[in-house]
């Protein structure tokens, strides 16, 4: 089994940064592709990044392209999102997702989600 715990989220002004982490624990990650995905308020979860064991590939949704940022540490079992330029659009419950077909496909496991509110 793997447990996810997401942190980072919280309540930031338009056009600013913050940096999601994902801490997994109970079994090493660093084989599994990991991501992101997020849910707003009454709309379906949607993916955001993923990022395979190796770092060397990743994917993007197009709305977040350009502006975040997936990477991994595979030493402290961890994987990172950093969200540059945020627009009230992302405002979110992110997600951590393990052991996911890339680039958004079937995942094994969920953290249980961290809060993203960017005011505009």
């Known amino acids: 089994q793997v447990q996810l715990v997401e942190s980072g989220g919280g309540l930031v002004q338009a056009g600013g940064s913050l940096r999601l982490s994902c801490a997994a624990s109970?079994?090493?990650?660093?084989?599994?592709?990991m991501g992101w995905f997020r849910q707003a308020p009454g709309k379906e979860r949607e993916f955001v990044a993923s990022i395979g064991w190796s770092s060397s590939t990743t994917y993007y949704a197009d709305s977040v392209k350009g502006r975040f940022t997936i990477s991994r540490d595979n030493a402290k079992n961890t994987v990172y999102l950093q969200m540059n330029s945020l627009k009230p659009e992302d405002t979110a419950t992110y997600y951590c997702?393990?052991?996911?077909?890339?680039?958004?496909?079937?995942?094994?496991?969920w953290g249980q989600g961290t809060h993203v509110t960017v005011s505009s």
């Open positions: 109970g079994r090493t990650v660093r084989r599994f592709a």
């Open positions: 997702a393990a052991d996911l077909v890339p680039p958004y496909g079937r995942v094994g496991y």
